[in-house]
């Protein structure tokens, strides 16, 4: 039982932190953004004169800028997309644990306690539990984690 916990521990920690770096990589990976070609236009000595050239230069940058604003607001979308899905992951990740080392708890007969009691109260109404099992308490929190994780919609819209 022992095994089982710490490789849940190590499996949290390796998990996440793989993610989180991944998470990183993404953020810092913006899209770069080049204005050498349309300012060689300036420097051609083509039979273009001046103001053609200048008129040509300004529209390609234009168009050069605008690309790159839809490109970063693609970046920043998929980047608030991914870390979303990580809080979610975690929060699912941190409920199964929660959740395995309870039924590990409550298999291996390791709770010699007395009774334990947890309460909550919302809007809608009051919950409570008193168990004998502690293991009982951490699968309940577990399983309410997991699905306030699942259910619950992004925050920061």
Not at 7 to 27: E, H, R
Not at 79 to 98: H, Q
Not at 112 to 134: L, N
């Amino acid at each position: 039982m022992k095994k089982t916990i710490i490789f849940l521990t190590l499996f949290f920690f390796l998990a996440s932190f793989g993610q989180l770096i991944y998470l990183q990589i993404a953020i810092d990976t913006a899209p770069p953004v080049s204005i050498a070609q349309p300012l060689s236009l300036l420097q051609t000595t083509d039979k273009m004169t001046l103001e053609e050239r200048q008129n040509t230069a300004k529209l390609e940058t234009i168009i050069l800028l605008e690309t790159n604003t839809m490109e970063r607001r693609h970046h920043e979308a998929s980047v608030l997309l991914m870390s979303g899905i990580w809080v979610k992951y975690l929060g699912f990740v941190t409920g199964m644990i929660l959740a395995m080392i309870g039924a590990i708890f409550i298999l291996g007969k390791l709770e010699q306690s007395d009774s334990s009691e947890i309460t909550g109260k919302t809007v809608q109404g009051e919950i409570s539990i008193k168990s004998a099992s502690p293991g009982i308490i951490l699968v309940v929190l577990g399983a309410i984690l997991m699905i306030i994780t699942i259910v619950m919609q992004d925050c920061s819209r």
